[in-house]
């Protein structure tokens, strides 16, 4: 089952100064961080922040692709996590055929913002993460960093891209 998730903040871990993603449910209060690059966090902050860049970015050409060959991105589905690493698949529809793309999660969520399409997350993936957690609604990304900071070593700074 896939629990849909929404971008709930972008953030640095204080700890291993690497981005983190982190997805919130649209449902409850459960989140999911992703450690990412600092690329892919550049290109995510760019689209969150609605930044114009002068030429596409690869995230943007791979939009125009789509866009050109007349597919439509369904979902993004950060669909498994296998040695400390979240695996991603990009759903497409074009011509009624659907089919499924292997992607990096920061990748297939950049690309999501830009296509505006739903994200989501195995439910077993949510299970089998150290990191994730409840934490409620008003929770500030202060109390979020303080949460990250209280995380030991075994969990923390392992989950890749």
Known sequence: MEVEMKIRSLMMDPVTNMPIVVLKDVQSSTILPIW????EANAIAQEIE???TPRP???????NVFFGLDARVQKVV???LKDDT??????IE???????????PSDALALALRVDCPIFVDDEVLKSSKVSSALNESSSNEQ???WLEGLNDDD???YKM
């Open 144 to 146: 979020l960093r303080n």
């Open 50 to 52: 609605k930044v114009q």
């Open 36 to 39: 990412v690059g600092i690329y």
């Open 156 to 158: 923390l700074g392992r």
């Open 78 to 80: 950060v669909s498994e």
């Open 86 to 91: 979240f695996y991603a698949l990009i759903w």
């Open 57 to 63: 970015m690869t995230h943007d050409l791979l939009r």
């Open 94 to 104: 074009r011509d009624g055929q659907v089919m499924s793309l292997d992607s990096r």
